[in-house]
């Protein structure tokens, strides 16, 4: 399997502007999650889908985030507008209720966005 | 709120030389603890699950243990090639999301 692929690996873009994050999760997997890692505050749940359906979203920092999952095979991430303090490496995780069960997340390798 | 606490952050260790993470938590009710390895650049890869007091899993020169109030993951005679971050997460009944610490990272010289 190819694993959880996220594009793109590495963003900048000045504040402002809009990014969008994607991520395509292993398939048969029916849970995805989104994670943001900065050095300031560690690994953070912003938000999880089931079934493509969002489940918690209440890590999403502010309005300008939004996540959606319009298939089980593709999910967004988007922030509008982006500001410096949005900087850091973004991750997409995907498992299934068994896996999940056992606490095993499968992750991608992150986007890096960079806000300038 | 669930807290999940981690020590030292750093760690740097000759080739042999053996030593102890710590995870605290601090959660309503645990339902599992997971440790996860990091690499830079990579996504978190996970490593072992923990459910109640006194459960032991090893892997290789990794081994961890579960008490009511921590889990530690303690390395045999590290190599180089142990040289990572490793993370622990916490679950909680009727919720499927892992709430994870900040991390320590291990550096192993030879």
């Known amino acids: 399997d190819a694993g959880v692929i996220q594009s793109p690996r590495h963003e900048v873009t000045e504040m402002g502007q809009e990014v969008t994050l994607r991520c395509k999760p292993i398939s048969g997997h029916d849970y995805l999650f989104w994670y943001r890692q900065t050095m300031m505050r560690g690994l953070e749940l912003l938000i999880y889908?089931?079934?493509?359906?969002?489940?918690?979203d209440s890590g999403m920092p502010e309005d300008r985030f939004s996540a959606k999952m319009p298939n089980a095979s593709f999910s967004t991430l988007k922030i509008q507008p982006s500001e410096p303090r949005d900087s850091a490496v973004y991750f997409c995780a995907s498992s299934s209720l068994g896996a999940l069960n056992t606490g095993e997340l499968f992750f991608g390798e992150g986007s890096r966005l960079t806000v300038l | 709120e669930d807290q999940v606490t981690q020590s030292p952050e750093a760690l740097r260790l000759q080739e042999g030389e053996s030593s102890s993470l710590n995870c605290s938590y601090t959660v309503s009710g645990l339902r599992g603890l997971f440790w996860y390895r990091q690499d830079p650049g990579k996504g978190p890869e996970f490593l072992f699950t923990l459910y109640s007091a006194g459960e032991e899993k090893e892997k290789e020169r990794l081994k961890a243990t579960l008490t009511k109030k921590e889990s530690f993951l303690h390395i045999t005679a590290p190599k180089p090639e142990d040289s990572a971050t490793y993370l622990c997460a916490v679950q909680v009944p009727r919720d499927y999301k892992l709430s994870f610490g900040a991390g320590t990272t291990v550096t192993v010289r030879a």
């Open positions: 889908f089931n079934n493509n359906v969002p489940i918690d």
